[in-house]
């Protein structure tokens, strides 16, 4: 057991269990992680005797709304929420990756008088909760709030462990990531005791896409460009796309699902255009290449095989050429890293 990781845990045990009112949240746009750990929790605390509800900045995707149930989960507004937040005993806030992702909520957090509380598994650095519990090395958040249940002898029933098994799936893409260990296996073993079904799980995640979302994931598939020899792929969504498809932008990063299937790719990567000189990028790596630092570079953050940044003031098209370069260029580093010449000395 990591000893720090354990006195992290037992630091958020203590200040949750004499807290009332919670409030937990998690990052714009949330994923089954970051949701999936603020309901899974919340949840715990309500079977607790404690006031909780997760109030986020931006709404569920529509694949993750069987997560939370009437009550359990609103969109923030200042006029109705900034005094929850600041009367809370607690706030917590689930697999944010950096305090900017909280959106619009990021000043009433900062403002709260409670115990600000963290609870992720992702590299960045952290100047606005006071009680931090991060452990990279987890396999997705949903873990470290598993653990945190047991600390606190909370009940892990199928209701809670439920939303903790889809944040495990979904940080772990189907327990396919590097991230993967037998812990998380050991994991996923004690939530289906605890009555998960995994097969209804799937059928939700997987089974309810509608049809306009398929078919804008194939002609994103069919626009993959190689560079790099075939070891870099590539495709963007900009605004005519988008208004042309009808998609949700939000909708369209499904497409970084599948980048990594090509054979021989080392990195590929998914650009969105947001506005003018505003584009989202998301990046993954198939397991050698580092692609955090480039994120960090543009101020954006994740793992070190898939991470994520905004490129702003920039038109797209050159934020396209700048990104695309530097992955090319880190490629050709790893290249001449691990090349027989450069392992023999020669």
Known sequence: MNPQAAAARARVAERLRAAKRVV?????????????SAVALARALVAMGKRAQVINCSTAPKELRFLY???????????????????????????????????????????????????????????????PYIVIGASS???????????????????VAEPLYVGLVADTGSFS?????????????RLLEAGVDPHAVWKKLTCNKPLLKVHV????????????????????????????????????????NHLLHV??????????????????V??????RLDVHGLAASYGGGGHRFAAGCTVDHVPFGEAVRQVLGALADDIR?????TSPSAEDGG
């Open 24 to 36: 937990l949240t998690t990052h714009v746009t949330p994923d089954g992680d970051g949701l999936g």
């Open 69 to 131: 149930r009437r009550n359990e989960f609103e969109v923030y507004a200042r006029e109705r929420h900034d005094a929850e937040v600041l009367a809370a005993d607690a706030v917590v806030a689930t697999d944010i990756g950096g305090a900017q992702r909280m959106g619009k909520m990021e000043p009433v957090v900062r403002a709260a008088r409670g115990a600000r509380i963290v609870i992720d598994h992702h590299v960045y650095e952290n100047d606005c909760f006071d009680v």
């Open 282 to 287: 998301s990046v993954r790596s198939a397991g």
């Open 141 to 159: 958040t949903a873990e470290l709030v598993y653990d945190l249940l047991l600390e606190m002898e909370a009940p892990v029933t199928a209701d």
């Open 263 to 280: 054979q021989g790719v080392e990195a590929g990567a998914f650009f969105l255009q947001l506005a003018s000189d505003k584009t989202k």
């Open 333 to 337: 580093a790893l290249d001449a890293r």
């Open 177 to 189: 990531y590097d991230a993967v260990t037998p812990r998380a296996h050991h994991f996923a073993a």
């Open 217 to 256: 994931l194939g002609r994103l598939l069919a626009s993959l460009t190689p560079e790099c020899d075939g070891r870099l792929v590539w495709c963007k969504a900009d605004l005519a796309f988008l208004r042309e498809t009808g998609v949700e932008p939000r909708d369209a990063f499904e497409i970084v």
